[in-house]
């Protein structure tokens, strides 16, 4: 799996983001973005100055380039900036904060399951990372994280699975090509608590 910069800024983005209790619209806020320019930030699929990026990390009292280590501890709240305490405090409610996705890592130790030349369908990978980790990914999402993140070892297959019943168009069956190295799913598994 290779370092992406930028998806590594938008996962530090969000774990901060959610540390603190505030709502991606309060960050864009406090980052002088709009809500939709923050959020594709924090998705990682667009490059940034660093003058954005800046922006980000002073809502933390950091440097764009502390931020965007994925080691970098948060600041306790009492060396935050007084305009971050103050949006924290003045919250009319507390953010409800869903359990932490990391659907990287979760695809990553399922994928490392699979033999070379193994099939499989999307809708597998689903059910097994709602059995396995209790969190439930859309199959979009599950199916782009591999595009994106996974090419390398994972390709589409023209196949397709045909006792679908019911509307809509057949889902295609994915194939194992190389085998994802030890290293990765070492790193996955103790990203993940396992």
Do not use: W
Not at 60 to 70: E, K
Not at 108 to 117: A, Q
């Amino acid at each position: 799996m290779k370092y992406n910069i930028k998806s590594e800024f938008g996962r530090q983005a969000k774990k901060f983001r959610l540390k603190f209790g505030l709502s991606q619209k309060e960050l864009a806020e406090l980052s002088n973005m709009s809500p939709s320019e923050y959020g594709v930030l924090e998705k990682g699929i667009t490059n940034y100055n660093v003058e954005k990026l800046q922006r980000v990390a002073s809502v933390y009292g950091l440097v764009y380039y502390q931020f965007g280590n994925p080691n970098c501890e948060f600041p306790i709240f009492n060396k935050l900036p007084n305009k971050t305490r103050k949006a924290i405090i003045l919250r009319e409610k507390p953010l409800r904060i869903y359990k932490e996705r990391l659907i990287i890592e979760h695809l990553t130790l399922l994928l490392g399951e699979l033999s070379t030349g193994n099939e499989f369908l999307i809708k597998h990978l689903r059910t097994n990372i709602n059995k396995e980790y209790s969190i439930l990914y859309e199959d979009e999402e599950i199916s782009g994280t591999i595009s994106k993140n996974f090419s390398e070892y994972v390709i589409k297959t023209d196949d397709q699975y045909m006792t679908k019943q019911g509307v809509g168009a057949k889902p295609f069956y994915y194939k194992l090509i190389k085998r994802i190295p030890a290293r990765v799913i070492a790193e996955a598994k103790e990203k993940v608590g396992e």
